[in-house]
């Protein structure tokens, strides 16, 4: 027996369906810019693990916490930290107002060039020049030259905003992560404030999940105005042991996804591996001279040495950039599937 | 010209939309335990202009930050803040492995129940008793032992558990926010890992939208273990101006609602009325001696005095709540409307 009702419905939907079939394959295959091999399958092996339902592993929506460091997980760190090149920047926008700085270091060695000065000056001198640039505004204040630098200033290699220097594998991993009901963080020893200026536009990863380095702040009501200020003291450094404390102390759940490429991520990686059920750790191994850099075990920036050690001996994910990514920029051309 | 197919269309909508209704229906009126008045108008009045893309004062849902204060504004905090209660409550449980604190002040106060003098002792003995009851321990056996007696303590005056005396009219206020897709937060100056035992379970805050005052913590990993240790040393207290540092600490966006019931909540609200557009910033006032507490300008809990003055003169919300709720607790039979 017929129903023409019946089947008139029936291709109704079938049109739905029809009309539906181009959004479903705009969501195409996850990771498209990750090489088929371990590091990639592992990721979807995990993600696949922990959303399936009816799995032993299963992790409800609300508690699938991940975190990724930013310098060198997400974005480039070289030459040096993207965050003191605008330190470095600052410095120099500000010695107008500072004619001291032409004869006291560090400033000195920042306004002439002098790297090697520079360094001399060691870790007092580096605190001294976040201190000048960092500190002592309001809040406000901070976010808009954060967010004019970012605007304007270009990287002395690629000669790229540094908002574009920023891993388009790890861009989809975000993305993907996302789809599945992940909560992404960035938990990273840059200024939170800092990263909050481009994080949201470039990594679709709002102000209130960018966890990082913070000053003490102190809020002022004057005159019906009110401001917060930022004052010298440092609050929490979110590097090495800081980063699971501000996890637990911002989040207050541990993740079950945790990324970084160096040994401050250590214990951010030992934190969320040490949790009960199935638990995702990587690294970013920069070995691509190429079309990054490469460096690890003895580098001042980035250095990934005890982290690889663990990595290897705990069967973490480690990402080989060269053979893992087919391509490691949004501006870089999509590379074509290479011969391992 | 009548098409049978089409009819039936229609009328498989119209049964669709009648198997609707009833969750329309369940949905009904925001607010049902506040009577109707100025307060109630107020809220309202306020979420439907953010929520109205056409109309100027439209605030995108990523933006709809919500604060609000949680001793006397979520719950009751009489006849002391309940997480002084569990903290005495601690010292008795843990006493038998401190016997140095029978003789000891404030912990002998304590143990003798000498009201007199443990207030004697002051914030230095208040400073004692939080360091001996929420420090020295893994932020996994304080959850613990949160979690313990909030199960099992009892308030002395009304006989229920502390997690049961929050405020259902403040309920019905953070469901009908989310349901407009505002983000709430709890920004309060008790411990925020005290608070984080209940806020999900009582008020549906998770974990990350509980701000409070914290310790410095310290990560360890030893024989493959990882834990948190929280250490007597103050992180941030989160109270007065600390309110605001830690809204832009934690958060980075500026709320546009904010709630609290004391001058400890009055640079929360100035930062959130100084914001640009449209704000909402609101007071409970305790005025109900008979269903809960009245109480204000010369409270040593909760006093409101300043913060009231400034809500008056700003034309802020506040919160009559012999007058505006209907009911205190859920667990209060519902009130029938009364005659104002």
Redesign the interface.
Known sequence: MTN??LH??RFGLALLFSLALPLLANAGEPLPSWHDGPAKNSIITFVEAVTDPSGKDFVKP?ERIAVFDNDGTLWSEQPAYFELLFALDEVKRNAPQHPEWKTTQPFKAVLENDHKALVATGMDGILKIFGATHTGMT?DAFDDYARTWLSQARHPKTGKPYSDMIFQPMLEMLDYLRSQDF?TYIVSGGD??FM?AFAEQVYGI???Q?IGT?FV???Q?KD???S?VRTQKL??NDDG??K??SI??????RPILAFGNSDGDL?ML??T??GPGKRFTGLVHHTDAKREWAYDRTSDIGRLDKALDEAKSRGWTVVDMAADWRRIYPFDPPATEQVQ
Chains 1, 2 share one sequence.
Do not use: N
Request: hydrophobic share 40%; aromatic share 8%; glycine share 8%.
């Open positions: 023409p009702t008139r419905q609300a809040t909560k939170t404030a909050r709002p102000p209130e960018v913070t702040t102190a809020f009501f019906g105005k009110a917060i609050a929490h042991p800081g699971p404390e637990d102390a911002v989040i207050g759940r214990q030992q934190w591996a040490a």
